[in-house]
């Protein structure tokens, strides 16, 4: 699954994504910690990895996820 990130927060690791379709997801530290990054920008697009209605992944769209 793919979107483009909306808000990012560097401290607590935490933000939310907006899905092609127009929806939000949010992602927790956990998330963010699982895609080996160091940090987000608003607009840029990333690939998440999705557990029923919770992100488990968000890395870069040029990252294969884990």
Known sequence: MQGT???YDAET???SV???DGSEMP?????FDA???RLLRFG???NLAV???RVTVV???TFPLP
């Open 5 to 7: 990130v909306k808000a």
């Open 27 to 31: 992602f927790d530290a956990a998330a």
């Open 44 to 46: 840029q697009r990333v």
């Open 35 to 37: 895609g080996g990054l």
């Open 59 to 61: 890395t870069l769209s």
């Open 51 to 53: 557990e029923g209605d």
């Open 13 to 15: 690791r935490t933000g």
């Open 18 to 20: 907006l899905l092609d």
